[in-house]
Nanobody
Framework: QVQLVESGGGLVQAGGSLRLSCAAS????????IGWFRQAPGKEREFVAT????????VYTDSVKGRFTISRDNAKDTVYLQMNSLKPEDTAVYYC??????????????????WGQGTQVTVSS
């Protein structure tokens, strides 16, 4: 089992940047694929980005490509989501999620078994 805690959210103006962190504790972090998802008020949760256990594979949703970068530091049991050129439509609660895998990445929420509590990101226009 793994526990996940997100941090780094906040209020930022459009065009600004934030870096979210997802800190893990529990079992071997390097055995997990990590994903970032977000949910805006009144909308369904959506996939944002995912990274494989060794960082060798990443996938992004189209709306964040070129603006967001996912990375991980297995020595620190942490995954990061660097968000640049933020837009008001990026406003949401951001969640990180984990599932055991050393062979694939996953883009659908139901494929993940562990979730953090979320961190709010608000982008003002």
């Amino acid at each position: 089992q793994v526990q996940l805690v997100e941090s780094g959210g906040g209020l930022v103006q459009a065009g600004g940047s934030l870096r979210l962190s997802c800190a893990a504790s529990g079992r071997t972090f390097s055995s997990y694929t990590i994903g970032w998802f977000r949910q805006a008020p009144g909308k369904e949760r959506e996939f944002v980005a995912t990274i494989s256990w060794n960082g060798g594979s990443t996938v992004y949703t189209d709306s964040v490509k070129g603006r967001f970068t996912i990375s991980r530091d297995n020595a620190k049991d942490t995954v990061y989501l660097q968000m640049n050129s933020l837009k008001p439509e990026d406003t949401a609660v951001y969640y990180c999620a984990a599932r055991t895998s050393r062979v694939a990445v996953f883009t659908r929420g139901h494929e993940y078994g562990y979730w953090g509590q979320g961190t709010q990101v608000t982008v003002s226009s």
